[in-house]
């Protein structure tokens, strides 16, 4: 697993993203975010894109919002947030959330980690056939 590099999201002063977040939109990148808490450092989620939408699944967390495949939305000055990127076409971020959140047990993740183990495995069946 990656190191991970821990940031905020939004710039305080301002209210925009930070730069290092602006700089994933339109860039088609998969991967792998984690959110955590950063008054006791918990981590509360952790969600994935295969699709190369990783800039808006991400951000999509950090206002309030409803809807079919909605999650937890948090308040952006008060979390940070870390990326891992799919580093290329055969990574499998799937498989990646399903170490952290076994590993890192967030608080907010519906799953336990073993659906998302029982996705990955249709999912590679699919692509084998």
């Known amino acids: 697993m990656a190191r991970l590099r821990w940031r905020r999201p939004v710039d305080p002063q301002t209210g925009l993203y930070e730069s290092w977040l602006a700089g994933l ?7 792998v975010y984690l959110i955590r808490y950063t008054e006791d450092r918990r981590v509360l989620y952790v ?9 808006g699944t991400l951000t999509r967390h950090l206002y309030a919002w409803n809807g ?3 999650g937890p939305s948090y308040h952006p000055l008060r979390i940070e947030v870390a990326v891992v990127i799919a580093d290329n076409p055969l990574a499998d971020p799937v498989a990646e959330q399903f170490e952290y959140i076994q590993r890192l047990r967030p608080r907010d993740n ?3 980690g073993h659906s998302v183990w029982w996705r990955m495995m249709r999912r590679r069946k699919a692509l084998a056939a």
């Open 47 to 55: 969600g994935e894109s295969h699709t190369g939408r990783l800039y």
């Open 25 to 31: 939109r339109g860039k088609g990148l998969s991967g």
């Open 68 to 70: 079919v495949g909605s």
């Open 110 to 112: 519906v799953q336990d």
